[in-house]
DNA sequence: CGGCTCGTACGATAGGCATCGTAGTACGGG
DNA sequence: CCCGTACTACGATGCCTATCGTACGAGCCG
């Protein structure tokens, strides 16, 4: 506080508000979950086992509505985001998850790729 | 047609339609699961492992709106459903889902539970 | 038969949401 | 300092959905 005019720092104005790990919801997780390009997104996510930025994913749809996407996932405490320089970063937040709802996020994910093999091959 | 009048024997007409074990979408259940009213109802129905009346289940809604949420999960393939004189029989299609997505249902259901204990108790 | 209970169907309503396009902000590099 | 890249904000649109009320159909019981 005080004079300072540029209030923050570095990236001022660029924190990306997350539920803490008690505020999340098992009904808001399943409803991020259950729309297909967001649990593409969460799959490639915890396949690589890495941050990965926004424009790494090649989504059918305009950057805009993947914005919006993302936002669900971050506020349903599925993801975790950050910026880094002008890219903005995505992390599965899998410590949290598996410590609210023990094995939920494996069977999730195993349910989505064999429902994946079943039928894409 | 043909000689007899009353067309079908009992119950006529009132068949429901369910989707096959291999048109449930794990999308739709999870859509199906992200609503407090139908996760509540799957928790009680998994609970008793009987199958239950649609009655049976005291929701702070209206009747309409009830059959709504029952069809909604029946639509996902979430629970099967039939009618048992003017009662209308709720079941859980365990064997569909864990043939499906084995461990699934179990992880969701000891999430809620889990959720309950945290935020109820 | 008459009435009761259970559940359905249909219409209305209000809110949510996936999508887009356009205009704009933040950062890094030449 | 200017430009390109990455992402955002905002408004519009059309669809889906949770909710209700009312009117109705189906089966049971006296």
Known sequence: MGGVSTTAPATAGRDL???ARTEIRLEAVLHALSDPM????VRELAAERDEL???HFDLPVTKSTSTHHFRVL?????VR???RGTAK???LR???????FPGLLDSL????????VRLGG
């Open 74 to 78: 971050r506020e349903a405490g599925v």
């Open 53 to 55: 930025t926004c424009s």
């Open 17 to 19: 508000p997350h539920p």
């Open 89 to 91: 970063m995505n992390g």
């Open 94 to 100: 899998r410590e949290d998850l598996d410590d609210l």
């Open 38 to 41: 967001r649990l593409q997104i």
């Open 109 to 116: 994910l195993s349910a989505a790729a064999r429902q994946a």
């Open 81 to 83: 985001q950050c910026y």
